[in-house]
Each structure stands twice: as structure tokens, then as C-alpha cells.
């Protein structure tokens, strides 16, 4: 069966086929890690995996490269301000390196958590600095950057467009519009490939043009090429990366090798929070622990992002969250009963369903739509061990392992809700039920909710 994907380059849904054989080649941007990811960081990383599984579910090969941004990632995306990693290193009294362990280490915990597909090539930036650097004298060479008495720039107007993955139009650009005008460079949209370091910067190596370290965009055009070639069948990211970092690859690539690096370019929404952008430098992010910490699978966070399609926004609420759980709870119970029925189901029913979960999934990886056969599934009237053989085999593609109890950290219930819990089953036994109304209620405002059933009363953290 045919797979599609959305094509930022041409905006259009287009057929999925490798440049090279069964060999898929995918190059992924990777977290700057001067700080913990969020779940905002983890959809995009969540979508990654989503795209690598449905290529190993269609039989595909991979070579899937990401990088580790240990330096070079300035405080705005475009050429001003500090080092990201300098800026940490310094808050958290701490070298750049350590920090850079310290957060990668944690990074790809999350990955574990969240049951995400590492690629085969992990590449930091720190271990690229010469081939880097070759990369740039070879921009230079090809007359596509320049030397100023700060940076090595890329000069944008020796391309024939520059600006082809957002569609900017340049002349229609003020001077200055992304970056400070600096008096040196020959366009506004010019951008650093090199940067001369200041005498105190502690993250600086000897080059060709003195102490210098690298821009943000050039280690992903070096190790992309240096891993996968001069030109490659996907590149991924979050879509903030679009209209500099991607524009900026792409620029570097053409200037080098006359190519556009990789033929499709797919991009993940964000995730928002209370309707607004979440971001590592707006400071209102919540990570996976926050999750584990308030009694979530991590994997019900899959579970939520499978409820959008990757290339929609996705507003996070708790509540949202507690369902995806329940989710999550209902989709593992329904697995077992299934794994325990004795029904017969006939060949032409399961394949139906492989079909539909295929045309889903191969369709610009449409989770919504895939998720909808596995309810069909897990609602059928009908319980045989051979639907819950088919879930296992569509768990290749979520990654939620199905086959595995859900991981829900059960919360200390505070000793002051117990009391009051007493209280009440008192009340009750002497059917004081104006009394026992009363503490359900004064629970209630101390954050728990009471549940009354047949096996007693048990009480819920209000989420
Ligand atoms: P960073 O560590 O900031 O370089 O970001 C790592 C990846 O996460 C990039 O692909 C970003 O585009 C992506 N990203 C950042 N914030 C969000 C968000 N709120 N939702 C989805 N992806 C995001
Ligand atoms: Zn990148």
C-alpha cells in the first residue's frame, strides 16, 4: 500500500517513496540541551516516532540520524544574544559539558518513558567542530559566505531563492526585520555560520579565522551530510523550525552541494498550553516527571497526542490528560478480555481492520483515524485472541505497550483526608447523613473527591 505524506516543501500531500531502495534516510533536529525538555519538545519527538515506526511497519529500513545541540544555539533563534548552553553552564555554576551530560541523560530517559524509537544515529554538535569548519571554508570557497570582523556570514542573495520552505519573500523584508543590523552584513537576512569568539567566551576553537564556535544551523547542514549524503528522503522537526533554522539548512546545503538536502520536509505542531505557545524559554512548561509525579502513565501522554493529528495544535489541559489516561486504561483492558475470549472471527474481518489501520496510518500518519479502528476493535462484540494478537501487531505503530499493565504511581493520600475519611464512614454507620455530607464536602474542598461503592469508600485526588 501507497504512503503519503504532507510535504512542507510543496505544500501538498505527496507519495512516499525512498531515493535509495528499502533504505529510508531521515534526519531529525535534535533538543539544545541546556535545560530539561518539555512535553511541548516530546510531541514533536512523539510524532518522530510515529514516522519511524510506520516506516518499519511498512518493511522499510532505516538510517535515522539526530543531533545533540551542545553549542551554538543563541538565545533567539536568529544571531543575537548569549549561547544558550553558556548561559545554563553559567546560571547553574556548572561547565557547558556537564550541563550538556546532565540534560542529554535526561532527555533520553524521557525517551524511555515515553516508549519513543531512539534513531541509529545519535551526532553532537561538540564532536563535529572540523567537519564544521570544512563545511564553511567550502561555503567560502563556492563564494556563498563572507568574513566580516565578527562572523562568517552566509550571503543569502547569491542564492537563486532563498526562502523556499516558508514561502518569505525577501524583498518584501525591512532591513533588520529578524536581526540587528549589522553594519558589516551585506543582507539583513544574512546569517552566521561562524562566529569569532570574545576574548572571555569560554566555548571557542582554533580555526582558520581565529578562536571562533558555530552558528546553530551549520552542524545540522555537516552531520546530515556526513551521515546521510548529500541528499536524503526526510528531514523532521518542530514547525518553529521552518522560517530560520530549516530555511537556513536548506541555504547551506545548495551553497555547498547544489541540493536541497531532503526531499520531504515534515513538521509537527506545537502543543499549547491555556491556548498560548508552551516553550522551554517562556518558562511555563511542564515535563514528563510533572506527569509521573501527579500519577500518570507517561504513556497516556502518547495517548493524547494521538488524539490530533501531528500537523494540528494541541491544547493541554489535565483534564485532557486524565482521559487520555482512562483511555489508555480502557484500551489495555479491552486488549486483555480479548486475550482471553474464545470467539471465532473470520480472516476477511481481520483483514478489514489491517486494512483500515494501514490506509490510516500510511495517510500522512493519521493517528485520530488509526486510534478509531482500534476502539472498533476494542469495542467488537465479538472476544477472540486473535483481535488481541492484531492489537499487539498495531502496537509496533503506538508504541504504548499494550500487552503491559498501566504505570499509575499511587499518591500518598495526606493523613488529615484519612481522619476525615474515618470520620465520615462513622457518620454513615450511624446514618448521620447530614454529617456525612458535610465531610464529603469539606473533602472536596481539600482537593479529594469521595467515592461511594458497594466495596466502600475510597478517595481520588481532585486533578
Ligand atoms: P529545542 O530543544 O528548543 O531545540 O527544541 C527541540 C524540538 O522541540 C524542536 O523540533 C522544536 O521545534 C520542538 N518544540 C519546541 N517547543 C515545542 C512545542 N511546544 N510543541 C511541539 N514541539 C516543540
Ligand atoms: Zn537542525
Known sequence: MSITFYNTLTKTKEKFEPLEGNLVRIYTCGPTVYKDASIGNMKS???????????????????????????????????????????????EKKTPLEVAKYYTKKFFEDFERLNIDKPEIICKATDHINDMMKFVQKLLDNGYAYETSTAIYFDVSKLDKYGILSGIDLRNQKAGARVEVDEEKKNPYDFALWIKAPENHIMKWESPWGLCYPGWHIECSTMSNKYLGEQFDIHTGGIDLVPTHHENEIAQSKGCTGKIPARFWMHCEFLLIDGGKMSKSLGNTYLVQDLIDRGYDPLSYKMLCFTSHYRNKLN?????????????????????????????????????YKTKFLEAINDDLNMPVAMSVIWEIIKSPIKSKKLADL???????????????????????????????????????????????????????????????????TVEKIK
Open 391 to 457: 492489537l499487539l501487531d498495531f502496537d509496533k505503530v503506538l508504541g504504548i505497550k499494550i500487552d503491559e499493565p498501566v504505570k499509575q504511581k499511587q499518591e500518598e493520600i495526606p493523613k488529615e483526608i484519612l481522619d476525615l475519611l474515618e470520620q465520615r464512614k462513622t457518620a454513615r454507620s450511624s446514618k448521620n447523613w447530614a454529617l456525612s455530607d458535610e465531610l464529603r464536602d469539606q473533602i472536596r474542598n481539600k482537593g479529594y473527591n469521595v467515592k461511594d461503592s458497594k466495596e466502600g469508600m
Open 45 to 91: 519527538y512523539i510524532f518522530m516516532d510515529t514516522l519511524r515506526r510506520v516506516l518499519k511497519y511498512n518493511g522499510y529500513n532505516l538510517k535515522h540520524a539526530m543531533n545533540i545541540t551542545d553549542v551554538g544555539h543563541l538565545v533567539s533563534d536568529g544571531d543575537e544574544g548569549e549561547d544558550k548552553m553558556l548561559k545554563a553552564a553559567r546560571e
Open 316 to 352: 493541554f489541559t489535565w483534564e485532557g490528560l486524565t482521559n487520555a489516561q482512562n483511555s489508555l486504561i480502557k484500551l489495555k483492558e479491552g486488549y486483555v478480555k480479548h486475550k482471553a475470549g474464545t470467539d471465532d472471527i473470520s480472516t476477511d474481518k481481520i483483514q478489514e
